[in-house]
Structures are given as C-alpha cells and as structure tokens.
C-alpha cells in the first residue's frame, strides 16, 4: 500500500488576540526585545527567520 501525503510543507500562520496593544507592543520589544512591526494597528511579532506572528 502506498503512502499519500495529506500536506505539503508551506509557510504557517499564526495570530493571537490581546486588548491593549500598546502594552503589547512594550512587552514584546522593550522587555523581551524582539522585533515589532505595527501596519493599520496591527502589530507583527518577528521571532526570527520565517512567517510573522500577528498581534
């Protein structure tokens, strides 16, 4: 019997809500200092090489 692959590897996307995004903003760069990027009051957490995680 023969395999099939369900999946074929692509980029990934993820996102998770908070209710104050200054506060993330500041926890996120200011304190754990990674890189933030904010685009029409979304924020864009950057953890390294890859896909961004929206705030």
């Not at 995004?21 to 990674?34: P, V």
């Amino acid at each position: 019997m023969e395999s099939q692959v369900m999946f074929e590897s692509d980029e990934v996307f993820s996102s998770f809500s908070c209710d104050d995004i200054h506060s993330a903003r500041k926890f996120y760069s200011a304190i754990l200092g990674f890189r933030i990027t904010e685009h029409r009051g979304m924020l864009s957490l950057h953890l390294g090489p890859g896909p961004t995680h929206l705030i």
